[in-house]
Protein backbone atom coordinates (compact mmCIF):
# COMPACT_ATOMS: atom_id res chain seq x y z
CA UNK A 1 0.00 0.00 0.00
CA UNK A 2 1.50 3.38 -1.00
CA UNK A 3 2.23 5.50 2.20
CA UNK A 4 0.15 8.39 2.31
CA UNK A 5 0.93 12.00 2.39
CA UNK A 6 0.11 14.46 5.27
CA UNK A 7 -3.25 16.97 4.03
CA UNK A 8 -5.64 18.97 6.55
CA UNK A 9 -6.98 19.93 3.14
CA UNK A 10 -8.24 16.59 2.67
CA UNK A 11 -11.09 17.31 5.16
CA UNK A 12 -13.21 19.39 2.15
CA UNK A 13 -13.66 16.00 0.63
CA UNK A 14 -14.84 14.77 3.63
CA UNK A 15 -17.20 17.54 4.92
CA UNK A 16 -20.21 16.50 2.68
CA UNK A 17 -20.25 13.31 3.99
CA UNK A 18 -19.87 14.19 7.68
CA UNK A 19 -22.63 16.79 7.19
CA UNK A 20 -25.37 14.64 5.64
CA UNK A 21 -24.25 11.40 7.90
CA UNK A 22 -24.27 13.81 11.06
CA UNK A 23 -27.60 14.82 10.13
CA UNK A 24 -28.98 11.57 10.43
CA UNK A 25 -27.07 10.25 12.72
CA UNK A 26 -26.54 12.93 15.54
CA UNK A 27 -29.86 14.64 16.09
CA UNK A 28 -32.12 11.69 16.20
CA UNK A 29 -29.05 10.02 18.66
CA UNK A 30 -29.55 12.98 20.78
CA UNK A 31 -32.68 12.50 20.92
CA UNK A 32 -32.87 9.09 21.71
CA UNK A 33 -30.36 10.36 24.43
CA UNK A 34 -32.87 12.89 25.32
CA UNK A 35 -35.72 10.40 25.75
CA UNK A 36 -33.56 7.90 27.88
CA UNK A 37 -33.17 9.92 31.08
CA UNK A 38 -36.58 11.38 31.20
CA UNK A 39 -39.59 10.21 32.18
CA UNK A 40 -42.82 11.90 30.62
CA UNK A 41 -47.01 11.37 32.32
CA UNK A 42 -48.48 13.77 29.88
CA UNK A 43 -47.86 14.76 26.30
CA UNK A 44 -44.78 17.17 26.98
CA UNK A 45 -44.68 17.03 30.24
CA UNK A 46 -41.03 15.57 31.26
CA UNK A 47 -39.23 15.14 34.41
CA UNK A 48 -35.83 13.98 34.59
CA UNK A 49 -35.10 10.67 35.64
CA UNK A 50 -31.52 9.67 35.56
CA UNK A 51 -30.43 6.34 35.04
CA UNK A 52 -33.49 4.71 36.13
CA UNK A 53 -34.68 3.56 32.62
CA UNK A 54 -30.80 2.05 32.25
CA UNK A 55 -31.23 -0.14 35.20
CA UNK A 56 -34.72 -0.85 34.56
CA UNK A 57 -34.39 -2.57 31.32
CA UNK A 58 -31.13 -4.21 32.27
CA UNK A 59 -32.96 -6.03 35.24
CA UNK A 60 -36.09 -6.65 33.24
CA UNK A 61 -36.64 -10.13 32.32
CA UNK A 62 -38.24 -9.26 29.19
CA UNK A 63 -35.00 -7.93 27.79
CA UNK A 64 -32.74 -10.37 29.00
CA UNK A 65 -34.75 -12.98 27.25
CA UNK A 66 -35.16 -11.17 24.25
CA UNK A 67 -31.29 -10.43 24.30
CA UNK A 68 -30.77 -14.10 25.28
CA UNK A 69 -32.55 -15.24 21.69
CA UNK A 70 -31.18 -12.55 19.91
CA UNK A 71 -27.70 -13.93 20.88
CA UNK A 72 -28.90 -17.37 20.30
CA UNK A 73 -29.92 -16.78 16.97
CA UNK A 74 -26.58 -14.34 15.63
CA UNK A 75 -24.59 -17.53 16.96
CA UNK A 76 -26.63 -20.22 15.26
CA UNK A 77 -27.13 -18.18 11.85
CA UNK A 78 -22.75 -17.70 11.99
CA UNK A 79 -21.92 -21.14 12.66
CA UNK A 80 -24.08 -22.48 10.18
CA UNK A 81 -23.79 -19.86 7.65
CA UNK A 82 -19.74 -19.19 7.48
CA UNK A 83 -18.45 -22.79 6.98
CA UNK A 84 -21.52 -23.54 4.83
CA UNK A 85 -20.50 -20.67 2.53
CA UNK A 86 -17.07 -21.51 2.39
CA UNK A 87 -17.80 -25.06 1.77
CA UNK A 88 -20.31 -23.86 -1.43
CA UNK A 89 -17.36 -21.19 -2.75
CA UNK A 90 -14.40 -24.10 -2.66
CA UNK A 91 -16.37 -26.33 -4.89
CA UNK A 92 -17.52 -23.61 -7.32
CA UNK A 93 -16.27 -23.93 -10.74
CA UNK A 94 -12.74 -21.37 -11.16
CA UNK A 95 -13.91 -20.87 -14.33
CA UNK A 96 -16.29 -21.10 -17.82
CA UNK A 97 -19.50 -20.27 -19.25
CA UNK A 98 -21.27 -21.14 -15.25
CA UNK A 99 -19.52 -18.97 -13.19
CA UNK A 100 -21.44 -15.83 -13.94
CA UNK A 101 -24.49 -18.03 -14.04
CA UNK A 102 -24.37 -19.47 -10.33
CA UNK A 103 -23.06 -16.10 -9.18
CA UNK A 104 -26.11 -14.07 -10.36
CA UNK A 105 -28.16 -16.96 -9.10
CA UNK A 106 -26.83 -17.05 -5.64
CA UNK A 107 -27.00 -13.55 -5.52
CA UNK A 108 -31.03 -13.18 -6.39
CA UNK A 109 -31.99 -13.60 -2.86
CA UNK A 110 -30.05 -10.57 -1.35
CA UNK A 111 -31.91 -8.14 -3.76
CA UNK A 112 -35.13 -9.09 -2.49
CA UNK A 113 -37.12 -7.01 -0.70
CA UNK A 114 -36.87 -8.31 3.41
CA UNK A 115 -40.89 -8.16 4.03
CA UNK A 116 -41.19 -10.22 0.59
CA UNK A 117 -38.34 -12.12 1.87
CA UNK A 118 -40.89 -13.11 5.00
CA UNK A 119 -43.59 -13.20 3.19
CA UNK A 120 -42.09 -16.04 0.58
CA UNK A 121 -41.46 -18.23 3.42
CA UNK A 122 -44.41 -17.58 5.77
CA UNK A 123 -46.66 -18.64 2.18
CA UNK A 124 -43.59 -21.73 1.07
CA UNK A 125 -43.51 -22.52 5.19
CA UNK A 126 -47.09 -23.67 5.50
CA UNK A 127 -48.06 -26.71 6.60
CA UNK A 128 -51.19 -27.53 4.86
CA UNK A 129 -50.51 -25.13 1.41
CA UNK A 130 -47.15 -24.55 1.45
CA UNK A 131 -44.50 -26.30 -0.85
CA UNK A 132 -41.62 -27.13 2.30
CA UNK A 133 -44.72 -27.33 5.44
CA UNK A 134 -46.76 -29.74 2.91
CA UNK A 135 -43.77 -32.04 2.40
CA UNK A 136 -42.73 -32.14 5.45
CA UNK A 137 -45.66 -33.35 7.13
CA UNK A 138 -46.52 -36.10 4.28
CA UNK A 139 -42.77 -37.07 5.85
CA UNK A 140 -44.70 -37.93 8.75
CA UNK A 141 -42.91 -34.81 10.97
CA UNK A 142 -45.15 -33.05 12.70
CA UNK A 143 -44.37 -29.30 11.68
CA UNK A 144 -46.14 -25.68 12.21
CA UNK A 145 -44.22 -23.22 12.89
CA UNK A 146 -47.53 -20.98 13.61
CA UNK A 147 -47.98 -23.12 16.80
CA UNK A 148 -44.68 -24.86 17.50
CA UNK A 149 -41.92 -22.21 18.97
CA UNK A 150 -39.24 -25.52 17.61
CA UNK A 151 -40.62 -25.56 14.08
CA UNK A 152 -40.71 -21.06 14.28
CA UNK A 153 -37.30 -21.61 15.66
CA UNK A 154 -35.97 -23.86 12.75
CA UNK A 155 -38.18 -22.17 9.91
CA UNK A 156 -36.72 -18.75 10.62
CA UNK A 157 -32.49 -20.11 10.78
CA UNK A 158 -34.24 -21.45 7.48
CA UNK A 159 -35.02 -18.80 5.98
CA UNK A 160 -31.95 -16.79 6.85
CA UNK A 161 -29.61 -19.03 5.79
CA UNK A 162 -31.21 -19.20 2.69
CA UNK A 163 -31.03 -15.24 2.73
CA UNK A 164 -27.76 -14.93 3.25
CA UNK A 165 -25.11 -17.68 2.82
CA UNK A 166 -24.57 -16.56 -0.89
CA UNK A 167 -22.96 -13.22 0.86
CA UNK A 168 -20.48 -15.83 2.82
CA UNK A 169 -20.09 -17.65 -0.50
CA UNK A 170 -19.66 -14.53 -2.92
CA UNK A 171 -16.80 -13.19 -0.38
CA UNK A 172 -15.12 -16.42 0.01
CA UNK A 173 -15.32 -16.67 -3.60
CA UNK A 174 -13.55 -13.41 -4.11
CA UNK A 175 -10.93 -14.84 -1.92
CA UNK A 176 -10.32 -17.70 -3.44
CA UNK A 177 -9.96 -16.34 -7.14
CA UNK A 178 -7.05 -13.96 -5.82
CA UNK A 179 -4.97 -16.97 -5.44
CA UNK A 180 -2.12 -17.76 -7.96
CA UNK A 181 -2.26 -21.30 -9.75
CA UNK A 182 1.43 -21.01 -8.97
CA UNK A 183 0.26 -21.97 -4.94
CA UNK A 184 -1.77 -25.13 -6.38
CA UNK A 185 1.31 -26.20 -8.43
CA UNK A 186 3.67 -25.63 -5.80
CA UNK A 187 1.51 -27.74 -3.27
CA UNK A 188 1.14 -30.11 -5.92
CA UNK A 189 4.75 -30.80 -6.16
CA UNK A 190 4.91 -30.62 -2.23
CA UNK A 191 3.18 -33.70 -2.21
CA UNK A 192 -0.02 -31.58 -0.14
CA UNK A 193 -3.35 -32.90 0.53
CA UNK A 194 -6.65 -31.78 -0.22
CA UNK A 195 -6.85 -30.67 4.07
CA UNK A 196 -3.38 -29.39 3.72
CA UNK A 197 -4.23 -27.51 0.82
CA UNK A 198 -6.79 -25.63 2.55
CA UNK A 199 -5.56 -25.11 6.18
CA UNK A 200 -2.34 -23.78 4.63
CA UNK A 201 -2.52 -21.93 0.91
CA UNK A 202 -6.63 -20.98 1.09
CA UNK A 203 -8.00 -20.77 4.59
CA UNK A 204 -4.90 -17.72 4.90
CA UNK A 205 -5.61 -16.07 1.97
CA UNK A 206 -9.50 -15.53 2.61
CA UNK A 207 -8.67 -14.30 5.70
CA UNK A 208 -9.47 -10.64 5.33
CA UNK A 209 -12.76 -11.40 3.26
CA UNK A 210 -13.91 -13.94 6.43
CA UNK A 211 -13.59 -11.13 8.61
CA UNK A 212 -16.14 -8.71 6.69
CA UNK A 213 -18.17 -11.00 6.29
CA UNK A 214 -18.72 -12.27 9.58
CA UNK A 215 -18.44 -8.25 10.63
CA UNK A 216 -21.25 -8.06 7.86
CA UNK A 217 -23.29 -10.89 9.18
CA UNK A 218 -23.10 -10.56 12.90
CA UNK A 219 -24.35 -6.54 12.09
CA UNK A 220 -26.63 -7.74 9.96
CA UNK A 221 -28.03 -10.66 11.79
CA UNK A 222 -27.74 -8.29 15.40
CA UNK A 223 -30.07 -6.01 13.67
CA UNK A 224 -33.03 -7.99 12.31
CA UNK A 225 -36.28 -7.19 12.16
CA UNK A 226 -38.43 -7.17 9.00
CA UNK A 227 -38.51 -10.88 8.33
CA UNK A 228 -39.07 -12.81 11.59
CA UNK A 229 -41.77 -10.25 11.90
CA UNK A 230 -43.34 -10.76 8.63
CA UNK A 231 -42.69 -14.40 8.70
CA UNK A 232 -43.98 -15.60 12.31
CA UNK A 233 -44.67 -11.93 14.27
CA UNK A 234 -42.11 -12.52 17.09
CA UNK A 235 -44.19 -15.94 17.95
CA UNK A 236 -45.67 -18.03 18.97
CA UNK A 237 -46.00 -16.24 22.04
CA UNK A 238 -42.52 -14.59 22.64
CA UNK A 239 -40.29 -17.44 21.26
CA UNK A 240 -38.81 -15.79 18.12
CA UNK A 241 -39.39 -11.90 19.38
CA UNK A 242 -35.79 -10.75 18.86
CA UNK A 243 -34.39 -7.22 20.35
CA UNK A 244 -35.74 -4.72 17.35
CA UNK A 245 -39.21 -6.73 17.29
CA UNK A 246 -39.08 -6.13 20.94
CA UNK A 247 -37.90 -2.39 20.80
CA UNK A 248 -40.24 -1.80 17.79
CA UNK A 249 -43.54 -2.76 19.61
CA UNK A 250 -42.01 -0.88 22.97
CA UNK A 251 -41.45 2.29 21.04
CA UNK A 252 -44.31 2.58 18.49
CA UNK A 253 -46.71 -0.27 19.96
CA UNK A 254 -46.89 0.62 23.44
CA UNK A 255 -45.26 4.05 22.95
CA UNK A 256 -43.06 3.78 26.48
CA UNK A 257 -40.63 6.57 25.31
CA UNK A 258 -38.18 6.49 28.13
CA UNK A 259 -37.74 2.53 28.30
CA UNK A 260 -37.05 2.26 24.66
CA UNK A 261 -34.63 4.76 24.30
CA UNK A 262 -32.66 3.12 26.91
CA UNK A 263 -33.46 -0.23 25.48
CA UNK A 264 -32.12 1.49 22.16
CA UNK A 265 -29.11 2.62 23.59
CA UNK A 266 -27.78 -0.73 25.12
CA UNK A 267 -29.14 -2.10 21.90
CA UNK A 268 -26.63 0.02 20.20
CA UNK A 269 -23.46 0.14 22.40
CA UNK A 270 -23.93 -3.82 22.33
CA UNK A 271 -24.07 -3.87 18.11
CA UNK A 272 -20.49 -1.29 18.45
CA UNK A 273 -18.58 -3.16 21.28
CA UNK A 274 -18.71 -6.05 18.96
CA UNK A 275 -18.72 -4.62 15.94
CA UNK A 276 -15.29 -2.51 16.89
CA UNK A 277 -13.38 -5.66 18.24
CA UNK A 278 -14.06 -7.29 14.85
CA UNK A 279 -12.94 -3.67 13.08
CA UNK A 280 -9.52 -3.72 15.19
CA UNK A 281 -8.81 -6.93 14.55
CA UNK A 282 -9.35 -6.31 10.48
CA UNK A 283 -7.13 -3.39 10.34
CA UNK A 284 -4.38 -4.53 13.06
CA UNK A 285 -4.27 -7.76 9.89
CA UNK A 286 -4.24 -4.48 7.00
CA UNK A 287 -1.14 -3.54 8.62
CA UNK A 288 0.48 -6.21 9.32
CA UNK B 1 -18.47 -36.56 -5.62
CA UNK B 2 -18.87 -34.76 -8.72
CA UNK B 3 -17.62 -30.98 -7.94
CA UNK B 4 -20.83 -29.14 -9.51
CA UNK B 5 -23.42 -31.33 -7.31
CA UNK B 6 -23.07 -28.98 -4.44
CA UNK B 7 -23.81 -25.88 -5.90
CA UNK B 8 -26.26 -27.11 -8.04
CA UNK B 9 -28.01 -28.52 -4.82
CA UNK B 10 -27.41 -24.89 -2.86
CA UNK B 11 -29.20 -23.53 -6.10
CA UNK B 12 -31.73 -25.63 -6.43
CA UNK B 13 -32.27 -24.96 -2.41
CA UNK B 14 -32.27 -21.08 -3.26
CA UNK B 15 -34.87 -21.26 -6.58
CA UNK B 16 -37.56 -23.48 -4.29
CA UNK B 17 -39.23 -20.93 -2.19
CA UNK B 18 -38.76 -18.13 -5.57
CA UNK B 19 -40.88 -21.14 -7.49
CA UNK B 20 -43.44 -21.54 -5.02
CA UNK B 21 -43.82 -17.56 -5.06
CA UNK B 22 -43.73 -17.41 -8.59
CA UNK B 23 -46.49 -20.51 -9.18
CA UNK B 24 -48.71 -19.16 -6.35
CA UNK B 25 -48.78 -15.57 -8.28
CA UNK B 26 -50.47 -17.84 -11.24
CA UNK B 27 -53.04 -19.59 -9.20
CA UNK B 28 -56.62 -18.20 -8.35
CA UNK B 29 -57.07 -17.06 -4.85
CA UNK B 30 -60.03 -20.70 -4.59
CA UNK B 31 -57.01 -22.82 -5.48
CA UNK B 32 -54.37 -21.91 -3.03
CA UNK B 33 -57.05 -21.99 -0.62
CA UNK B 34 -58.61 -24.75 -1.61
CA UNK B 35 -55.47 -27.44 -1.17
CA UNK B 36 -52.13 -28.45 -2.15
CA UNK B 37 -51.14 -27.96 -5.86
CA UNK B 38 -47.67 -28.43 -7.11
CA UNK B 39 -48.38 -26.34 -9.77
CA UNK B 40 -51.46 -23.85 -11.19
CA UNK B 41 -54.37 -26.14 -12.58
CA UNK B 42 -55.87 -22.78 -13.54
CA UNK B 43 -53.21 -20.86 -14.55
CA UNK B 44 -54.57 -17.08 -14.22
CA UNK B 45 -52.64 -13.68 -14.55
CA UNK B 46 -55.17 -12.13 -13.07
CA UNK B 47 -53.32 -11.12 -10.24
CA UNK B 48 -50.60 -9.22 -12.64
CA UNK B 49 -53.86 -7.52 -14.02
CA UNK B 50 -55.09 -5.68 -10.71
CA UNK B 51 -51.36 -4.92 -10.26
CA UNK B 52 -51.40 -3.23 -13.56
CA UNK B 53 -54.68 -1.48 -13.37
CA UNK B 54 -54.27 -0.01 -10.40
CA UNK B 55 -52.26 3.16 -9.68
CA UNK B 56 -52.17 2.58 -5.75
CA UNK B 57 -50.11 -0.64 -6.81
CA UNK B 58 -47.76 0.11 -9.45
CA UNK B 59 -47.16 4.06 -8.43
CA UNK B 60 -45.85 1.85 -5.26
CA UNK B 61 -42.85 0.46 -7.46
CA UNK B 62 -42.30 3.80 -8.73
CA UNK B 63 -41.98 5.58 -5.61
CA UNK B 64 -39.51 3.04 -4.46
CA UNK B 65 -37.68 3.20 -7.67
CA UNK B 66 -37.40 7.30 -7.40
CA UNK B 67 -36.66 7.11 -3.61
CA UNK B 68 -33.70 4.19 -4.37
CA UNK B 69 -32.35 6.35 -7.30
CA UNK B 70 -32.09 9.47 -5.47
CA UNK B 71 -30.12 7.89 -2.52
CA UNK B 72 -27.51 6.24 -5.00
CA UNK B 73 -26.43 9.28 -6.63
CA UNK B 74 -26.44 11.01 -3.70
CA UNK B 75 -24.78 8.53 -1.54
CA UNK B 76 -21.93 8.42 -4.80
CA UNK B 77 -21.58 12.15 -5.47
CA UNK B 78 -20.55 12.66 -1.25
CA UNK B 79 -18.64 9.53 -1.26
CA UNK B 80 -16.42 9.59 -4.04
CA UNK B 81 -14.40 12.62 -2.93
CA UNK B 82 -14.39 10.78 1.17
CA UNK B 83 -13.04 7.83 -0.43
CA UNK B 84 -10.71 9.69 -2.34
CA UNK B 85 -9.57 11.70 0.86
CA UNK B 86 -9.04 8.12 2.96
CA UNK B 87 -7.13 6.17 0.29
CA UNK B 88 -5.03 9.15 -0.38
CA UNK B 89 -4.43 11.54 2.57
CA UNK B 90 -3.57 11.19 6.14
CA UNK B 91 -5.53 14.33 8.19
CA UNK B 92 -6.11 15.03 11.56
CA UNK B 93 -8.66 11.97 13.08
CA UNK B 94 -9.12 10.84 9.71
CA UNK B 95 -8.88 6.41 11.76
CA UNK B 96 -11.55 7.96 13.78
CA UNK B 97 -13.98 9.63 11.39
CA UNK B 98 -13.62 6.66 9.28
CA UNK B 99 -14.98 4.49 11.98
CA UNK B 100 -17.35 7.19 13.15
CA UNK B 101 -18.84 6.44 9.59
CA UNK B 102 -18.75 2.98 9.82
CA UNK B 103 -20.25 2.93 12.93
CA UNK B 104 -24.00 4.49 11.40
CA UNK B 105 -24.21 1.49 9.27
CA UNK B 106 -24.41 -0.51 12.53
CA UNK B 107 -26.92 1.30 14.01
CA UNK B 108 -29.82 -0.84 13.96
CA UNK B 109 -33.14 0.61 12.34
CA UNK B 110 -35.34 0.32 14.98
CA UNK B 111 -33.31 2.80 17.24
CA UNK B 112 -33.62 5.08 14.69
CA UNK B 113 -37.45 5.00 13.63
CA UNK B 114 -38.92 7.09 15.92
CA UNK B 115 -36.68 9.66 16.10
CA UNK B 116 -36.40 10.03 12.31
CA UNK B 117 -40.22 10.46 12.33
CA UNK B 118 -39.88 12.94 14.03
CA UNK B 119 -37.09 14.18 12.29
CA UNK B 120 -38.35 15.17 9.19
CA UNK B 121 -41.47 15.73 10.14
CA UNK B 122 -40.08 18.79 12.06
CA UNK B 123 -38.51 19.83 8.70
CA UNK B 124 -41.60 19.51 6.54
CA UNK B 125 -40.11 16.69 4.62
CA UNK B 126 -42.44 13.83 5.86
CA UNK B 127 -44.09 11.46 3.32
CA UNK B 128 -41.88 12.92 0.75
CA UNK B 129 -38.93 10.48 -1.50
CA UNK B 130 -36.42 12.46 -0.92
CA UNK B 131 -36.60 11.98 3.02
CA UNK B 132 -36.19 8.17 2.80
CA UNK B 133 -33.45 8.87 -0.09
CA UNK B 134 -31.94 11.12 2.55
CA UNK B 135 -32.62 8.49 5.27
CA UNK B 136 -31.16 5.79 3.80
CA UNK B 137 -27.96 7.75 3.21
CA UNK B 138 -27.44 7.05 7.18
CA UNK B 139 -26.13 3.18 6.07
CA UNK B 140 -25.42 3.54 2.37
CA UNK B 141 -23.06 6.20 2.41
CA UNK B 142 -20.44 4.79 4.94
CA UNK B 143 -20.97 1.74 2.80
CA UNK B 144 -19.90 3.61 -0.61
CA UNK B 145 -17.22 5.24 1.00
CA UNK B 146 -16.11 1.78 2.39
CA UNK B 147 -16.02 -0.03 -1.13
CA UNK B 148 -14.61 3.26 -2.81
CA UNK B 149 -11.89 3.53 -0.48
CA UNK B 150 -11.08 -0.16 -0.93
CA UNK B 151 -11.00 0.57 -4.83
CA UNK B 152 -9.02 3.48 -4.85
CA UNK B 153 -6.32 2.17 -2.36
CA UNK B 154 -5.97 -0.27 -4.97
CA UNK B 155 -5.08 2.17 -7.95
CA UNK B 156 -0.95 2.94 -7.80
CA UNK B 157 -0.43 6.55 -6.34
CA UNK B 158 2.00 7.16 -9.44
CA UNK B 159 -1.09 7.75 -11.64
CA UNK B 160 -2.03 10.69 -9.51
CA UNK B 161 1.53 12.08 -9.82
CA UNK B 162 2.04 11.17 -13.71
CA UNK B 163 -1.30 13.32 -14.43
CA UNK B 164 -0.49 16.23 -12.54
CA UNK B 165 3.17 16.41 -13.72
CA UNK B 166 1.29 15.76 -17.61
CA UNK B 167 -0.25 19.22 -16.41
CA UNK B 168 -3.60 17.48 -15.61
CA UNK B 169 -5.90 20.33 -12.81
CA UNK B 170 -7.29 18.17 -9.84
CA UNK B 171 -10.62 18.62 -11.23
CA UNK B 172 -9.87 17.12 -14.69
CA UNK B 173 -7.29 14.44 -13.31
CA UNK B 174 -10.43 12.94 -10.70
CA UNK B 175 -13.30 13.20 -13.41
CA UNK B 176 -11.00 12.21 -16.92
CA UNK B 177 -8.51 9.76 -15.38
CA UNK B 178 -9.44 8.36 -11.78
CA UNK B 179 -12.68 8.02 -12.52
CA UNK B 180 -13.05 5.90 -15.36
CA UNK B 181 -10.02 3.74 -13.64
CA UNK B 182 -12.19 2.73 -11.29
CA UNK B 183 -15.43 2.58 -13.36
CA UNK B 184 -16.13 -0.87 -11.70
CA UNK B 185 -15.68 -0.08 -8.19
CA UNK B 186 -17.91 2.60 -8.75
CA UNK B 187 -20.39 0.08 -10.92
CA UNK B 188 -20.08 -1.92 -7.54
CA UNK B 189 -20.80 0.95 -4.89
CA UNK B 190 -23.47 1.87 -6.44
CA UNK B 191 -25.44 -2.10 -6.63
CA UNK B 192 -24.77 -2.40 -3.23
CA UNK B 193 -26.46 1.59 -2.23
CA UNK B 194 -29.07 -0.01 -4.71
CA UNK B 195 -29.59 -3.01 -3.20
CA UNK B 196 -30.01 -1.77 0.83
CA UNK B 197 -31.74 0.46 -0.37
CA UNK B 198 -34.54 -1.67 -2.38
CA UNK B 199 -34.44 -3.99 0.48
CA UNK B 200 -35.25 -1.45 3.54
CA UNK B 201 -38.59 -1.43 4.08
CA UNK B 202 -38.82 -0.28 8.56
CA UNK B 203 -37.50 3.69 8.16
CA UNK B 204 -39.13 4.01 4.29
CA UNK B 205 -42.78 2.69 6.08
CA UNK B 206 -41.98 5.41 8.50
CA UNK B 207 -41.31 7.98 6.76
CA UNK B 208 -44.02 7.58 4.26
CA UNK B 209 -47.67 7.66 4.29
CA UNK B 210 -49.34 8.24 1.01
CA UNK B 211 -47.22 10.12 -1.53
CA UNK B 212 -44.34 8.25 -1.32
CA UNK B 213 -45.10 4.93 -0.10
CA UNK B 214 -42.97 2.37 -0.76
CA UNK B 215 -44.33 -1.12 -2.75
CA UNK B 216 -43.42 -2.98 -0.15
CA UNK B 217 -45.55 -0.98 2.50
CA UNK B 218 -48.64 -0.81 0.13
CA UNK B 219 -47.84 -4.89 -0.14
CA UNK B 220 -48.75 -5.97 3.35
CA UNK B 221 -51.36 -2.88 3.84
CA UNK B 222 -53.47 -3.92 0.76
CA UNK B 223 -53.18 -7.81 1.31
CA UNK B 224 -54.32 -7.86 4.77
CA UNK B 225 -57.17 -5.36 4.62
CA UNK B 226 -58.56 -6.79 1.83
CA UNK B 227 -58.89 -10.17 3.29
CA UNK B 228 -56.42 -12.93 2.71
CA UNK B 229 -55.65 -12.65 -0.96
CA UNK B 230 -52.07 -14.77 -1.35
CA UNK B 231 -52.10 -14.95 -5.28
CA UNK B 232 -52.37 -10.94 -5.32
CA UNK B 233 -49.65 -10.92 -2.52
CA UNK B 234 -47.58 -13.72 -4.66
CA UNK B 235 -47.83 -11.60 -7.68
CA UNK B 236 -46.56 -8.19 -6.04
CA UNK B 237 -43.55 -10.50 -4.54
CA UNK B 238 -42.59 -12.05 -7.71
CA UNK B 239 -42.71 -8.11 -9.73
CA UNK B 240 -40.46 -6.53 -6.59
CA UNK B 241 -37.73 -9.33 -7.57
CA UNK B 242 -37.30 -7.91 -11.14
CA UNK B 243 -35.21 -4.89 -10.31
CA UNK B 244 -32.70 -6.62 -8.46
CA UNK B 245 -32.38 -9.52 -11.11
CA UNK B 246 -31.75 -6.93 -13.30
CA UNK B 247 -28.86 -4.83 -11.73
CA UNK B 248 -27.47 -8.46 -11.02
CA UNK B 249 -27.49 -8.86 -14.65
CA UNK B 250 -25.50 -5.61 -14.97
CA UNK B 251 -22.56 -6.08 -12.34
CA UNK B 252 -22.50 -9.88 -12.91
CA UNK B 253 -18.39 -9.48 -13.78
CA UNK B 254 -17.53 -7.84 -10.93
CA UNK B 255 -19.87 -9.21 -8.47
CA UNK B 256 -17.23 -11.52 -6.94
CA UNK B 257 -14.83 -8.60 -6.34
CA UNK B 258 -17.35 -6.34 -5.48
CA UNK B 259 -18.60 -8.53 -2.84
CA UNK B 260 -14.73 -8.61 -1.19
CA UNK B 261 -15.28 -4.53 -1.15
CA UNK B 262 -12.41 -4.16 -3.45
CA UNK B 263 -10.28 -5.53 -0.62
CA UNK B 264 -9.20 -8.62 -2.08
Known sequence: MATKTHNERAWWFVLPVVLLVAFNALVPLMTVVNYSVQESFSQGVWFWSGVDWFEDTLNSSRFQAALGRQ????????????PLGIAIALTMPKSGPWVPVCLVLMALPLLIPWNVVGAMWNIFALPDIGLLGYTVNALGIDYDYTQQPISAWITVIAMDVWHWTSLVVLLAYAGLASIPD???????????????????????KMNRVLTIAILLRFMDSFMIYTEP??????????STTFLSIDLVKKALGEFDLGPAAAMSLIYFLITLLVSWLFYTLMTRQEEG | MQRWLVPTLYILFLMLPIYWLLAMSFKTTNEILGGFTLWPQEFTLENYAVIFNDPTWYWGYFNSLIYVSINTVISLAVALPAAYAFSRFRFTGDKHLFFWLLTNRMAPPAVFALPFLQLYSSVGLF??????????????IPLAVWILEGFMSGVPKEL?????????????FFFRIFMPTITSGIGVAAFFCFMFSWVELLLAKTLTAVEAKPIAAIMTKTASSSGYELGLLAAAG????????????FVRNYIAKGFALGRV
Open chain 1, 71 to 82: LMFTGVILAIEI
Open chain 1, 182 to 204: AYYQAAKIDGAGRWAVFRHIELP
Open chain 1, 229 to 238: FVLTGGGPGN
Open chain 2, 127 to 140: DTHIAVALAHCLFN
Open chain 2, 160 to 172: DETAYVDGHSFGS
Open chain 2, 238 to 249: CLTIVPGAFVIY
